[in-house]
């Protein structure tokens, strides 16, 4: 499984982590955030994938965010539309769409994205867009039939990813964020390197 942490907030350490080598990081752009992103993004290796995290963004918005930060990636966290997906990728932008599970969730609801999305995100509806710190019900996942990669996010922390591990579920990233950290925001290093060790010796 590839790894986005998400959540980035201080340039030091931004820079930290990027040592780890993850597959991407994540910055919030949705100023209600605790781990809401204005600082200064430091030069990152080519390989790891600058995601902007969104809610209910403007066009407009995200793609000065996007100008801003040399941004790879666009995270909709938000109730955004088919037609708001549709003029990013006709801008060639990719977006991943994200999904909050809760008690009246279907994966019907990801349908009508399939064609203006490169990947969907799913996380535990809670009071917050993201950043909640609590599963889902990861069975559901059995259901999943889409061709898109499938990022899963919520309450993800050491026990959880090593019961990931032995599970066969469609998942192609982990999205860690806030059981990763000392305060929001701020990543706990040394436990981010006990799930990145292959990716410390690069």
């Not at 003029?87 to 599970?101: E, M, T, Y």
């Not at 809670?126 to 710190?133: I, Y």
């Not at 964020?177 to 000392?182: A, I, L």
Request: with cysteine.
């Amino acid at each position: 499984m590839k790894i986005k942490i998400c959540g980035m907030k201080y340039s030091k350490n931004i820079l930290e982590a990027s040592q780890l080598h993850p597959d991407f990081l994540g910055f919030i752009f949705w100023k209600k955030s605790p781990r809401y992103f204005q600082g200064v993004l430091p030069r990152l290796p080519d390989t790891i994938k600058k995601v902007g995290v969104f809610v209910d963004a403007s066009l407009d918005e995200m793609l000065s965010r996007i100008r801003q930060y040399d941004l790879d990636l666009v995270q909709l966290h938000g109730n955004e539309t088919v037609a708001t997906c549709q003029s990013l990728k006709a801008l060639n932008i990719p977006v991943i769409k994200v999904f909050s599970v809760g008690a009246a969730f279907s994966l019907a609801s990801l349908e009508p994205f399939e064609a203006v999305c490169d990947y969907f995100l799913l996380d535990t509806k809670g009071k917050m867009p993201g950043g909640n710190g609590t599963i889902f019900d990861w069975q559901i996942l059995k259901d999943y039939r889409s061709a898109k990669p499938l990022f899963l996010s919520g309450g993800i922390g050491i026990e959880e990813i090593s019961i990931l591990q032995q599970l066969d579920l469609p998942v192609y990233a982990i999205d860690i964020n806030s059981k990763f950290e000392t305060e929001p925001g701020l990543k706990n290093i040394a436990l981010l390197k006990e799930v990145l060790p292959l990716k410390n010796k690069r």
